[in-house]
């Protein structure tokens, strides 16, 4: 159980880098960075960030409470944990949104579920969600599982998401780099599916790439974020005892694409001793269960589920059991900064469904190495605690912080490029020729 | 005249990031950084570079002098230049390659030409040139215009790349990350060729992506290092009395490729009134004339050579000589830091090559407009000169270290990947797209 869900939720907003301080002048947090004027310096320069899309006023009032003004802004250390790097600070500067694409989307949703108006937007509840962009009301995607009422009309989802950029491209700020140093939260599969041709210059911060070309979001552009975890933190102590089952999985057997993989997994570990394998939709009572069960088992399957990633991961990862993970196109949020063969076993899907191979290689881990596991599970656990000021919102920003040469680089570029021949699209690429494993336990 | 080329050329080193500190302990600069544990901190790690190819040693007297043992390092300050951020350090670490591919090949070298034997490899003199790489003795591309001896068989380029892929390929730091943190140099366009494909996970440090494919090179991965400027900076101040020309340019009328355009350039400008545009081959008397050409000139013509980029750029920008760029698909170095449009004109290639254009262009810009150039090209001139404590080599290694994030998530990601089914290369990218503009010029 989630005691806060909406504030889990991290921010959804485009932000800008620009290559000077906006006309509204911010108050200062770091007068040093917003004058200085070497280029060298400009790595350091201020951020400007706009509040986008729906889910924004949450960055208000989690984040960055501001009062009503037209910019608001905050600076963000960069780095690690040192004391003595205060110079180096990032600052944000969010877009205070027409009411209809913040408030409105909301008042929407509740209306659209019977709820009664409310007095003051403050009263809003914003629905708590594994993504921060689930707030997308209407998902024409998939209406059916949405159990929404009739009073559809109040809300268009892809309308919103037009005007939004209608209103996005007329700002200053937005024409200034051509979008480069903006960052938009569109965690959802389907966040800004309409129009992300659009918005696409800008770091994107997604869950995974599963419906992403790869001309619109990559590693090194975008930021991958974890999923609120759905269920309760571990809070014990590392070790065995309490972990009486080998392997755990509880969630949707059905999922497309990728996601189909977990039918197979079914079929292969539903008889297996020490394994529990359930079928379950999202409810309260699940998550209770799951909550259970994760904190009692030593390993935590994760398949895939309709895109690559899924917040069972992340609920793995608090609970201290060892997640199982079996989605070949998985990316994963802070890569840089947390190897994960050392949290997590990663297993290519074909041989997870070859019969009795999963559960032979868990039975095979020493009580040792999953101790180890355990411990490394520990060390990283603050990185999926949204609530946690030293988690995964300032994870999220030092993340973004650190493209921000590349930023730079492609907002000095797009200005001077001249009319070419290309033959193909002009794209910077970093490209793996890693050929794979079948499992990285040994 | 260049009073100290060899000193000139930027280090040829490829260089590790690894995750731990190398087998041989180093002499500790920030004990802090290499005893840090936590994951967040791997971002300011220990850098581990190896001295490689060809023009290694200059790196070893010229940038970081170190006792002959196994492994050299320093500690280079990344950022901004404040003095509170001390922690900020990556560490280099360089290789003693084996002699035959430092001082051999330059025995090579000067044996090829007739040279002496000399008793002492500190008397060995290693030839100045644009290139850092460019002592590729026996260019097999082209030989003709080499003017080599015909005692070729006391080297072989091709099979000395090889040989040098054997070696770094056994060593423990390069299995390590699989490449990933390791810097090369391989500024001449042929730089390595042979085995380029090999070496592509490292941080190349290039010229141009002339050459290299999109999966071997890009802004994202490498870094854009300058040319060594060939002729005399000019020490004067910023005015107009000394620029009687209006547009200079002296160099190789006929290239290949790209550097077609300059015989198209050749046609339109000779005749025209204040252009002085000379077809000249390097040697001494040559760079003299350019020296003098360029500091009495407010222009300067930067048309592609065989590839986008060429030298004459940065003879151009210590020359506080204006630098017209007709090369359509040129790359800058540290693009991120310097916007080139304060320093330099662009103009597309067709633009530049239809009769009349290029000098009514610059005949129409003001002279108040040109001063703001020169005044910009004195500010950022120090990033072109390798000499300068505060220059090229101090900016390239902070790029270098701008790319660490990247490097430590490539180096993670590639040893959990599992057996996947691809239906194209594994990639990310960061794509432009922007139309282009016919001249920057406003």
């Known amino acids: 159980m989630n005691p806060r ?77 040192d004391s003595s790097d205060a110079s180096k600070k990032a600052r944000i500067y969010l877009y205070d949104l027409p009411r209809r694409f913040t408030y409105g989307v909301i008042e929407s949703y509740a209306a659209a579920r019977g709820g009664e108006p409310v007095e003051n937007d403050a009263l ?43 209103w996005l491209e007329e700002q200053v700020y937005w024409k200034r780099n051509n979008g480069w140093d903006h960052v938009i939260i569109c965690q959802d ?41 759905r269920i309760k933190t571990y809070e014990g102590d590392i070790g065995l005892e309490k972990r009486k089952s080998l392997l755990f999985f509880m969630g949707n057997r059905y999922r497309k694409e990728g996601g ?14 020490e394994v529990i394998i359930k079928h379950g939709a999202q409810s309260r009572e699940s998550r209770r269960a799951a909550s259970q069960g994760m904190h009692t088992s030593k390993f935590c399957l994760h398949p895939a589920g309709d895109t690559p990633s899924a917040c069972r991961l992340f609920d793995a990862i608090v609970s201290l059991c060892i997640p199982v993970i079996v989605s070949d196109h998985i990316e994963l949020p802070f890569e840089d900064a947390i190897d994960y063969r050392k949290i997590a076993i990663f297993v290519d899907s074909s041989t997870a469904v070859t019969p009795g191979n999963l559960v032979k290689l868990l039975r095979r881990v020493s009580p040792g190495k999953i101790l180890e596991f355990q411990k490394e599970l520990k060390k990283v656990k603050r ?20 493209k921000l040469p590349l930023i730079k680089l492609m907002s000095n570029r797009d200005k001077r490029i001249v009319v070419r021949d290309l033959v193909e699209q002009d794209c910077a690429c970093l490209c793996s020729n890693q050929s794979g494993v079948h499992t990285t336990l040994r």
């Not at 485009?14 to 310096?41: E, L």
């Not at 594994?130 to 559809?152: F, G, W, Y």
């Not at 109040?154 to 939004?164: F, I, K, S, V």
């Not at 189909?260 to 570990?269: A, N, T, W």
Request: hydrophobic share 35%.
């Open 5 to 81: 869900p909406k504030l889990r939720s991290p921010p959804l907003a485009p932000a800008f880098f620009p290559s000077s301080p906006p006309s509204p002048p911010p108050s200062s947090h770091n007068s040093k960075a917003s004058t200085s004027k070497m280029p060298r310096k400009s790595l350091l320069r201020p951020t400007l960030a706009i509040t986008c899309f729906l889910a924004l006023f949450t960055l208000y009032s989690f984040l960055f409470y501001t009062p009503p003004n037209y910019t608001s802004n905050t600076s963000i250390k960069l780095g690690n944990h």
């Open 124 to 166: 809003l509840k914003y629905p708590g969600n594994q993504h921060s962009a689930e707030c997308l009301v209407v998902n024409p995607i998939r209406p059916a599982t949405m159990n929404v009422s009739h009073d559809r009309a109040a809300y268009n989802d892809e309308q919103t998401q037009e005007d939004l950029m209608e």
């Open 189 to 229: 599969p389907n966040a800004l599916y309409k129009v992300i041709d659009r918005v696409k210059n800008g770091v994107l911060l997604v869950s995974d790439f599963g419906r992403l070309a790869r001309n619109q979001a990559s590693l090194v552009k975008d930021v991958i974020m974890p999923y609120s975890h």
């Open 260 to 273: 189909k993989i977990r039918d197979l997994l079914f079929h292969v570990l539903e008889n297996e001793r």
């Open 383 to 402: 990185y999926f605690e949204y609530e946690d000021p030293d988690g995964t919102v300032k994870e999220i920003w030092r993340q973004v912080a650190s």
